[in-house]
């Protein structure tokens, strides 16, 4: 029948017709997932972070570590200054450089210094054929005539070269958050892939057989939890070497006690319910029940707790990056970013403001991401 609704006779049999359209389990998830707008906006923002971290360094057209000293710290939103003609501006970088900036935002070439005249606390450059002059007193500012002092207008313009700036190498922090974004996601992911195995196998038989078993296998976890993270992470550095594999083995065998801890508690609650009862009673294995009913039963918690230790992951790197023994120069991460705009925060306050921002990001899409799992796994919700 075409449509939805229909007279029903007025008979017992009748009022127990319902109308609806069957659905597969993956189907039913979606349909509950993408009803919830936090969870879809969530996983559009892990999609477009994904395609800005591995497909966006293509575009660039520069590597994360080449340098330019003559462009330190150039911010994204300059300062700059009118040149005598007005066909350009002028900016003024950090180490006290003229740099020729284009009506569209694009830096040009480093103008020449002809003096200094130090009494006045100026240095004129030649712009065009024409002397200005560079105060570099407490204040910097431009000076279109060095003999009448006339000041160059200022106005704001968008660093269209570079678009989020260059840091204290004159690195461009776009390429650099690219990469780092990379890094820390593949951190992150690693991280909860090997998180979640452990953890789910670990935790799951350890909840289901209980008694001798359970005791032993949890002060095994007791024993693991006391180890301080920190210590564990140097020894590795000792054993492997700094780099990004010796931080994936640290955090991939050491964050899956939380995991077990979840998985274990779940099983406990869940294998006294009737359907397990009824599972057993029918022959099923251990292994069936474990995976077929079990498992499946406590996805939510699980992927709750994996989808916080994506972040936890991520600030653990930025954590043992900020103490110097995370990825070595020239890599880049979110962690080490943040650690390297320290040096010059007063300053250049965007170059720590961007990639902790990215790092929120993360965070909350994460988050969103798995409530809406939670909810969409949730056998108990299934109609």
């Known amino acids: 029948m075409d449509s939805k609704w229909e007279v029903l006779e007025q008979s017992n049999e009748a009022r127990e017709k319902i109308w609806g359209r069957n659905r597969s389990f993956a189907g039913d998830v979606w349909f509950r997932f993408h009803r919830k707008p936090t969870a879809i906006t969530g996983f559009v923002i892990i999609m477009l972070l994904m395609l800005f971290a591995f497909l966006g360094p293509l575009f660039t057209g520069r590597s994360y570590s080449e340098q330019n000293l003559g462009l330190v710290n150039v911010s994204p ?63 910097p500012y431009l000076v279109i005539d060095p003999d009448t002092l006339v000041i160059a207008k200022a106005r704001t313009l968008w660093n269209r070269s570079y678009l989020f700036g260059t840091d204290a190498l004159g690195r461009d922090i776009l390429t650099r958050l690219m990469y780092g974004t990379r890094v820390s996601l593949l951190v992150a992911f690693v991280a909860a892939g090997v998180n979640l195995i452990l953890g789910i196998v670990y935790g799951g038989i350890s909840g289901y057989f209980g008694g001798r078993v359970d005791m032993a296998m949890m002060r095994v976890v ?66 069936t029940v474990l995976l077929a009913h079990l498992i499946p039963n406590a996805m939510g918690s699980i992927l709750v707790t994996v989808t916080m230790l994506i972040p936890s992951a991520i600030f653990m790197e930025a954590f043992l990056g900020f103490l110097g023994i995370g990825l070595q120069p020239p890599l880049a991460s979110l962690g080490t970013m943040c650690n390297d705009a320290t040096e010059n925060l007063r300053t250049c306050p965007y170059q720590l403001f961007i990639p902790a921002l990215v790092i929120v990001l993360i965070m909350f899409a994460f988050n969103f991401v798995g409530d809406g799992l939670r909810d969409a796994l949730d056998p108990k919700l299934r109609k």
């Not at 003609?85 to 970088?93: A, E, M, R, V």
């Open 222 to 287: 007791d024993i693991i939890s006391t180890i301080p993270l920190t210590l564990y992470v140097i020894l590795i550095m000792v054993l492997m070497g700094a780099g990004l594999q010796s931080i994936m083995v640290a955090l991939g065998t050491t964050y899956w006690v939380d995991m077990a801890r979840v998985v274990r508690g779940q099983v406990l609650s869940l294998k006294q319910q009737e359907f397990v009862l009824a599972a057993k009673t029918i022959g099923s294995s251990a292994k």
């Open 77 to 139: 939103m300059m300062r700059v200054f009118e040149t005598p003609d007005q066909s350009g501006y002028l900016y003024i970088t950090q180490n006290l450089k003229l740099l020729s900036v284009n009506k569209d935002g694009s830096l040009g070439e480093q103008l020449g210094k002809l003096r200094e005249d130090s009494a006045r606390q100026m240095s004129i450059y030649d712009c065009g054929g024409a002397e200005i002059a560079l105060y570099y007193g407490k204040t």
